[in-house]
């Protein structure tokens, strides 16, 4: 066997087996793994918070504004006249929600 030969084909089966691409201005190397499911960081972070919004503690934003819904559903209900709404209705807000966990609190 001839030397170019030989290194020829010593080139060619290693091409073969780590899959090496040459082109003439630069030289790449196959990706064996899986491609990438998130381009960025911040990407893969939303989709983990997505996914895990259920196990995941409410934030203080979510609990005030769960609050001022129930106070605004309990006046409204008040001003229908609804004997529940009206012994929980309050002044303000805060003593809307006193009341109403002390309503809740007789009930247990």
Known sequence: MKPLTFWLALWLSYYLLVGFIVTRKFVT???MGRPKLYQS???KQRAYRARN???LPA???ELAALARTLTSEIHEA???DN???LAMAGDSKAETLRKAIRW???CV
Do not use: G, L, Y
């Open 29 to 31: 190397i196959k990706s």
């Open 41 to 43: 960081n911040a990407e």
């Open 53 to 55: 919004a259920h196990r």
């Open 59 to 61: 934030t203080d934003a």
């Open 78 to 80: 008040a001003q229908r």
């Open 83 to 85: 004997p529940v709404a």
């Open 104 to 106: 809740f609190q007789k």
